[in-house]
Each structure stands twice: as structure tokens, then as C-alpha cells.
């Protein structure tokens, strides 16, 4: 009866029905949608937002736009929806899941009461009967995320690792990958790297065992691990493992994929922490290749590439090349951003660094000038763009012996980075070491001295050893020492702090003549030899009153006055202060003490300047052959005495016809190898303090010496 009557339903009456259908179904499908966002919020704001420190605003754009990508919507889109339905969902108290009330508070921000909602919500699902293990492990996945945001980062941990329990990567993969995610995100939170890095492979290596080592899955986990590896500063791991995913990548993908070229890049940067720059640039260069073929020259993926690559090359000195890639870079960019776009300046700053560092000085500074004035007009005086130019400007100015208008640049650069960056930021000790150089070449000398010392201690503290700007600054100490009125500061303020200690100690109390020996070796090496010598000889006449002259630091300070001597070409004395100390050492150490070695050397190398060439043969031979083989022997020092020794037997020679006038054998090494180690430019005079330097015994045995660093107290 009713189908009958169906039939004969007018036609208008039926299309108005199938209307309201679709309606209903367009709204239940845009209601899903609009839970999805509300749902998929949580984990991409925790895993996937805020590793940059980003702060909630900016975490909040970033998270609209990870759903957005996932759900084939717009950012604005999934920011409206959430902001209409969060504040709904959190007053409903009927008829509503729980766990969603829990995830509108969190989006809100309100990150307790998202937790104990969440709490609430899987202790439920625990107690009922059947067991709800899929909502136990939701509810505890949103409190973990609500106590990663509060740094509770343990608990987060607890929860996951029970959320865990209820699931296994064969049942299902994907929640298992997440909680195993969240997991890895907290341990990093925790700086617990090695617990972060062995989730990170388990999640991997399990993507491997299920799907394959060529499903994109595991390639995506395979990769997040080789550069955890890296962040972490394993590079040698790092490069094996993005070694082994590029190549499953491109067998998989193919040579031109997108995943290829990100993969080929992070290999790049490996190698360039490793200082490989060269074997990085060939493949920063095939990068560039293929987006210029798929993406063209103004894409923002080709410009960053190209970014790096001028990068690369002036960190291998290329500048020629990085200054016509850098051309390249601010012409594509010019064309697709326009002429004010960060990129497009930033091309032009690469170009004026290349042009500097070639020494095209006129030429860059022209450039740098026009370049200041286009960025404060874009983006401001204090703009992190902005300083990089005017960095670069002041830098052209110290180059071109401009040190007053470098001077005030600089200044200025310096004051607003220290306080807009953080401490220890190496860009603002870059702009510290030019104003230095500027300061020092205007003979501004305590200021000079201030800045200097500052470097100094934070490059100690920050820098590996090896960098060039660790050298370029102890260079700058040694310019420094090098004006007489730099050394007199230096000697003048450390002799103040060690002469106010020994009046505290007394002036034969050992701490008070190692101190003094101390400022007497950092005199010789700040280039003050007299006065070395007097406090060296002041200090033995101390040692020979309190310690007596048969006493082993006796004859230490004593070798010391012979060295300081020698150093002085006064060869004749300290030939005989050498003879002395000898016989002292001869008496007082033990059989095959190296020292005693030492003092033979220095004796052949003073008999060898005053042209007494058999003799000094003998002893420096002597010398050589008892401690040549020696495993704690000083490598350098004896490799030195082997050229002393062959510098004279070939004099001996009778084929000889170099004539080797006293005084021109050879240059021993330096008391304590100024070269390497120049003297200090201590900070007592900023801090106002009136404490003893810190003086390593260690330290006051001259490096140029047989033996290799020991303790030694008198």
C-alpha cells in the first residue's frame, strides 16, 4: 500500500525530498569534518610544532596548516572551524564524548583540564565492560600532549609507555607509530638523546620489518633518523644512514623526486659539519640542476638551494664563484619576489661579501652602502638583515684602514645585537672581534684590551679548537702585545695581582714563587726578556735563600734564567748557567730523568751559536739519542733537536761550505710557544677583581721542553 502510494508521489515532491537528503548528508559530512579538525589538533600541535621555540601564536598557524594539508582544506578554514566549535564543546556537558570536551580544552590552551578530562575519559574506558582499549589509548595520548605542554615531560612518558601496552606495531601500526613519536619528542625534551635516538630506529626499523625497507613510510622514518643522528652531532653516523636512505630513496622515487633532493641536501650538510665542503658542493649542484629543470630558477625551493650553495663556496674560499652565484641568486630572485624580498637582499649582501673577500674593497664598500639604505627602508635599523649588513659594512671599513667610521658601525651593530640575541650568539662575537680590530689599529689600547679579553674567554668556552676565529683572535692578542703600551697594561695589571698575593703569602712561600715564575714567562713571551730575566734571577735568589741550591725547583728556576738568557743571544752566560744547572741535576735527579737531557740539549745548542761545533755535537747527540725513542718524550722538541743535530754535522762536514756564524745555528722553540699560545689578555681588569690569577703549575714548565705537560709543585 505504501509502495503503491510511493509511485504516485508528484515528480516536484520527490525532488524536494532527494534536496533535503543531500542537505542532511552535506551537513553530517561537514560536521565529521569539522571533528577531524577538532581531533587531528592535539598531536600536530605537540609533535609536529614548537621544536624551533616558537611561541603559541605562531605554533597555532603552523598546526592549521598541517590539518589543512591532511584534510585538503584551507589554514583559514581549519582556524575558523576550531575557533567555532572549541568554545561550544567545552560548555556541553550531555550527550557530548568526554575525550572531545578534553580536546577543546586543549586546543583552548587550557592544558590541565584537558588532562584530567583525558584522565577521566580512559579510566572509563578501562572499567567498562567490554574494555574500550582504543579509547583508553586516545585519552591517554591526549594527556600525554597535555603534560608535554605543561614540561611534565615523565609523565608524558608514563602515559605513553601504558598507552603502549595496549597496541603493538602488527595490530596497528599507525597508533603505535605516534605514541612511539611522542615518546621520542619527550626524551628529546629531556636532552635524553641516546633514548631519543634508539625510539626514533625502533620506529624505523619496524616500518622496515613490516613494510619493507622501499615503502615511503619507512623511507620518511629512515630519514627522521639520520638526521636525529645528526642533530645530535653523530655525523658519521649521520652520513652512513642518509648514505643508505638516499640510495633506497632514489632506487624507489627516482633521481628527480622531491624526497631525493631533500635527502641529497641533508647529505650535503652532513658533510659540510665534517668539513667537506668540496664533496657537498657537487651535490648542492645537482640539487640546483633538477629544481631548475622541474621548478625554475624563482622557485623558493631552487633559491634556498642556491642560498646554500653560496654558503658552501665561501666557506671553501671559492669567492669567485660565490660571487656569480650569488649574481644568480638576486637576479631569479629579483624576478619572482621583486627587488625588496629578504632573499633578493640577502643575494645582494652574498654578492658584496664575495666582492670584500677578494679584496675589491672600493667596490664592496659601494655596495654595502647602497645595500644599508635599501634594509633600514625594508626592514628597520635593528632588523637581523640589517646588521648583517651593516657587520659586513664595518668589516669593509676596517679593511680599507677606515677604523674610526668602522668604530662607530660597529658600536652600534654590537649594542643591539647583545640586546636582541642571546649571550653567547656568534654572530655578535663576530661584530665583538671587528670593533676589536677597530678599537686596536686607533690604539684605543684599554678598550681594545676590554673587547679582546671578553673574546677571548668566550671563544675558549664556545669554539672547538682548531677554528680559524679561535686563531684569528689569539693573532689579535699577539697585535696587541705587539704595542708597547698593550704589553706594559698587561704586565703592569697581572704584576699588580701577583705582587698583592705574595705580600698575603709571604714571599718565599711556594705558591708565591710559582706565581711569580708564572708573570716572569708571560713577560718573556709578551716580548719584555729584560725583565723576565730580573724577576727569573730574583726569584732563584729566593729559591737559593728559603729552598737552598740543591733543591730540584732550585734548579728549574735556574734553567729558566739560562733560557731567558740564551733567548737574549747572550750565549756566553747562559752557556755557563746551563754548565751549572747540569751539575745540579746530575746530583739531584734520578737515572734517566729527561730533564737532565734537556739542560744537555740547551747546552750543544749554546756551544753550537758560539761556533764550538764539535763540542755541542757531542752533547746534543748525547741528548737526542737517550730520549729519541722515549714514549713520554715531546715529539716536536725532539724532532727539533734532530734538525739542530743535523744542522751540525753537515757544518762538520768537510764538504761542507755553510759557514754557520754564531747565533744563526737555529731558533729553538719559544720559552712557551708564543706562537700557539700567546700571552692571556686576562679579565681581572673588567671584573675589578684583586684575586691571584689562576696559574696551572703546569703551565710554568716551558711547553718547549723534553717532556711532555706535567704537574709540578716546588
Excluded at 390 to 405: E, S
Excluded at 675 to 699: C, F, W
Aim: proline residues 3%; aromatic residues 4%; neutral net charge.
Amino acid at each position: 500500500m505504501l509502495a503503491f502510494t510511493f509511485m504516485f508521489v508528484p515528480i516536484g515532491h520527490l525532488r524536494a525530498l532527494l534536496t533535503l537528503f543531500l542537505l542532511c548528508l552535506m551537513t553530517l559530512t561537514g560536521a565529521a569534518e569539522d571533528m577531524d579538525c577538532v581531533r587531528e589538533f592535539p598531536a600536530a600541535y605537540s609533535l609536529l610544532t614548537g621544536a624551533e621555540g616558537e611561541k603559541r601564536d605562531q605554533r597555532l598557524l603552523q598546526t592549521h596548516a598541517i590539518i589543512a594539508a591532511k584534510l585538503h582544506l584551507t589554514p583559514e578554514a581549519v582556524g575558523k572551524v576550531l575557533q567555532s566549535l572549541v568554545e561550544s564543546l567545552r560548555k556541553k556537558t550531555s550527550g557530548l564524548a568526554k575525550l572531545d570536551r578534553a580536546r577543546a580544552s586543549f586546543i583552548h590552551g587550557s592544558y590541565d583540564e584537558a588532562r584530567n578530562l583525558a584522565l577521566e575519559t580512559g579510566d572509563e574506558a578501562h572499567r567498562a565492560a567490554p574494555r574500550r582499549p582504543q579509547d583508553i589509548i586516545a585519552s591517554l595520548q591526549l594527556a600525554a600532549f597535555a603534560a608535554m605542554e605543561l614540561s611534565r615531560f615523565e609523565e608524558a612518558v608514563k602515559y605513553l609507555g601504558v598507552a603502549l601496552g595496549e597496541t603493538d606495531a602488527d595490530r596497528d601500526l599507525k597508533t603505535w607509530t605516534q605514541l612511539q613519536a611522542a615518546t621520542a619528542r619527550c626524551y628529546g625534551l629531556m636532552k635524553m638523546h641516546k633514548d631519543e635516538e634508539q625510539t626514533v630506529r625502533f620506529i624505523y626499523t619496524e616500518h622496515e620489518r613490516i613494510r619493507g625497507e622501499r615503502d615511503p613510510e619507512t623511507i620518511k622514518y629512515h630519514s627522521q633518523f639520520a638526521g636525529l643522528l645528526y642533530q645530535n652531532g653523530r655525523d658519521a653516523d649521520a652520513e652512513r644512514e642518509t648514505r643508505a636512505v638516499l640510495k633506497i630513496t632514489e632506487m624507489v622515487l627516482g633521481p628527480k623526486h622531491e624526497q631525493t633532493l631533500v635527502l641529497r641536501k641533508n647529505l650535503a650538510r652532513v658533510l659540510e659539519a665534517g668539513g667537506r665542503a668540496a664533496e657537498a658542493e657537487s651535490l648542492r649542484r645537482m640539487v640546483i640542476a633538477v629544481q631548475m629543470e622541474t621548478l625554475g630558477g624563482g622557485a623558493a625551493g631552487t633559491l634556498r638551494s642556491r642560498e646554500q650553495l653560496v654558503k658552501n663556496l665561501l666557506e671553501q674560499k671559492k669567492f669567485g664563484e660565490a660571487e656569480a652565484e650569488a649574481l644568480i641568486l638576486t637576479e631569479h630572485s629579483g624576478k619572482a619576489n621583486g627587488p625588496d624580498s629578504t632573499t633578493t637582499l640577502g643575494g645582494r649582501l652574498s654578492v658584496a661579501l664575495a666582492i670584500l673577500s677578494q679584496e675589491r674593497h672600493e667596490q664592496a664598500l659601494a655596495q654595502l652602502e647602497s645595500l644599508q639604505t635599501d634594509c633600514v627602508r625594508v626592514f628597520g635599523e635593528e632588523h637581523p638583515q640589517t646588521l648583517r649588513v651593516r657587520h659586513g659594512l664595518g668589516t669593509c671599513l676596517n679593511a680599507l684602514k677606515q677604523h674610526d667610521q668602522a668604530e662607530a658601525v660597529l658600536a652600534d651593530v654590537f649594542k643591539i645585537r647583545k640586546s636582541v640575541l642571546p649571550a653567547d650568539d656568534l654572530d655578535t662575537l663576530d661584530t665583538q672581534y671587528q670593533l676589536a680590530i677597530a678599537l686596536l689599529r686607533q690604539k684605543k689600547i684599554k678598550p681594545a684590551r676590554a673587547e679582546i679579553s671578553l673574546l677571548t674567554n668566550s671563544y675558549k668556552r664556545l669554539l672547538v679548537e682548531g677554528d680559524p676565529r679561535q686563531a684569528a683572535v689569539d693573532q689579535l692578542s699577539k697585535e696587541f702585545l705587539a704595542i708597547e703600551e698593550g704589553r706594559d697594561l698587561i704586565i703592569g695589571e697581572f704584576t699588580e695581582i701577583v705582587e698583592a698575593k705574595v705580600r698575603t703569602l709571604g714571599e718565599v712561600h711556594p705558591d708565591a714563587l710559582t706565581l711569580r715564575e708564572g708573570l716572569a714567562i708571560h713577560m718573556a713571551v709578551a716580548g719584555d726578556l729584560k725583565g723576565a730575566l730580573a724577576l727569573h734571577q730574583k726569584v732563584l735568589a729566593l729559591c737559593m735563600r728559603s729552598l737552598g741550591r740543591k733543591d730540584v725547583y732550585t734548579a728549574s728556576v735556574m734553567q729558566r734564567v739560562a733560557m731567558t738568557q740564551q733567548s737574549l743571544a747572550r750565549y756566553t752566560e747562559a752557556l755557563k748557567t746551563y754548565r751549572e744547572v747540569f751539575a745540579l741535576r746530575k746530583e739531584l735527579l734520578k737515572k734517566g730523568d729527561t730533564t737532565l737531557e734537556e739542560t744537555r740539549y740547551r747546552i750543544g745548542h749554546c756551544l753550537g751559536h758560539l761556533g764550538m761545533l764539535e763540542e755541542a755535537e757531542k752533547f746534543v747527540a748525547t741528548a737526542y739519542l737517550a730520549v729519541k725513542d722515549l714514549p713520554d718524550s715531546n715529539a716536536a722538541y725532539v724532532a727539533e733537536m734532530k734538525t739542530v743535530l743535523d744542522k751540525i754535522r753537515q757544518a762538520l762536514s768537510p764538504f761542507s761550505t755553510e759557514v754557520i756564524p754564531p747565533g744563526t745555528l737555529n731558533h729553538s722553540l719559544s720559552l712557551s710557544k708564543a706562537d700557539k699560545n700567546p700571552l692571556p689578555i686576562m679579565g681581572a681588569a673588567n671584573g675589578g677583581g684583586s684575586s691571584a690569577p689562576a696559574v696551572d703549575p703546569a703551565s710554568l714548565i716551558p711547553s718547549g721542553t723534553i717532556q711532555k705537560p706535567v704537574e709540578f709543585k716546588p
